[in-house]
Structure formats: C-alpha cells, structure tokens
C-alpha cells in the first residue's frame, strides 16, 4: 500500500530557509544597486600590455592603473604552496614506493623480479 508524502516539518529546515532569506536579501541588494555609466579606454590603448605594466608598477602602459606585483606574489606563493602540497599527499607511503628504483640503479627492482641477493 502506498501513502502519499507528508511534510517532515522540524529544525533541520532552518539552514535552507537561511539560505533562501540570504538569496532574497543579495537578490533585492544587487537589484537595487546604482552603477555609474561605464568610461571605456582610449582607442587603441595597449590593455594587456598596460595591465603587465601596472601588475610591477611601471608607469610605461597607455592605461593608468595600481600596482599589483603584492598581490601577485601572495598569489604565486599561495599557487605554489597548494601545489606542493598536493603533490605530497599524492605520494604513496611505504617501504617500497618506486623511489628507490631512482635511487639504487635498479637493484631493488632485480631483486624483486629475479629473486637472490646482491651480486
């Protein structure tokens, strides 16, 4: 016998409810927001050459900007620092990982293939 479903109504709601009362509020902010008219660049201005520029605060571009060569160290460590650590929880833990095939000239690997001891 089948029954129709029933409302289950109790306090694990309150996060989905959360979430709907933070989309309303973003939604009517965002909806609500004046921006000003967009100014564009001059004709012919070098954009790429003059965000490189700016990015190590050189007064060389065709468009005016801040210098951003902090925030591209913090992110170049930030990149390097996760990329390091995903490499090190990529590695196998254990005796026997294949690094020492690097290392020993491949006695490790004789020895597991054709048995016996160091010749």
């Known amino acids: 016998m089948t029954t129709k479903p029933e409302l289950n109504l109790g306090s694990h709601l309150v996060p989905g409810l959360a979430a709907a009362a933070l989309f309303v509020v973003m939604?009517?902010?965002i909806l609500s927001a004046s921006f000003p008219?967009?100014?564009?660049f001059a004709e012919g201005a070098?954009?790429?050459?003059?965000?490189?520029?700016?990015?190590?605060?050189?007064?060389?571009?065709?468009?005016?900007?801040?210098?951003?060569?902090?925030a591209f160290l913090l992110i170049a460590v930030t990149l390097d620092v996760a990329l390091d650590g995903a490499v090190h929880l990529a590695t196998r833990e254990g005796e026997d990982d294949g690094r020492t095939l690097l290392a020993d000239?491949?006695?490790?690997l004789k020895r597991t293939l054709f048995g016996g001891g160091e010749e």
């Open 27 to 29: 939604a009517a902010t």
């Open 46 to 70: 070098n954009i790429t050459a003059s965000i490189g520029f700016a990015m190590f605060n050189l007064e060389l571009g065709d468009v005016a900007g801040e210098s951003f060569l902090v």
């Open 105 to 108: 000239g491949g006695r490790e």
């Open 37 to 40: 008219e967009p100014q564009g």
